[in-house]
Nanobody, 125 residues
């Protein structure tokens, strides 16, 4: 069974950094683009970033561009999201998801087939 497990969330002060991990079990990421999403209380889930498995190309939403970096390990079993210069507005549950195709072409949630359980990120002083 294909599973994704997120880790690395926590409490951080504004301006701080966190690194999230998304580990795949039951499959490798050779044929799946991976996206990171977040959902704040009372808000819809929004796409943050994604990375293609074919060429490693990446995409970022405007709200995180320049502050977040998505990358993967060479074995293609784990995808990371390095988050710098965090703001209170970044507070949310963060999810990773696998898209049924190797290219990161969209951050629409409906395009992603497999989801992790989420990890809480809280940015507060």
């Amino acid at each position: 069974q294909l599973q994704l497990v997120e880790s690395g969330g926590g409490l951080v002060q504004p301006g701080g950094s966190l690194s999230l991990s998304c580990a795949a079990s039951g499959f490798t990421l050779d044929y799946y683009a991976i996206g990171w999403f977040r959902q704040a209380p009372g808000k819809e889930r929004e796409g943050v970033s994604c990375i293609s498995s074919s060429d490693g190309s990446t995409y970022y939403s405007d709200s995180v561009k320049g502050r977040f970096t998505i990358f993967r390990d060479n074995a293609k079993t784990t995808v990371y999201l390095q988050m710098n210069s965090l703001k209170p507005d970044d507070t949310a549950v963060y999810y990773c998801a696998a898209q049924g195709g190797p290219l990161c072409i969209t951050l629409a949630t409906m395009a992603y087939d497999y989801w992790g359980q989420g990890t809480q990120v809280t940015v507060s002083s």
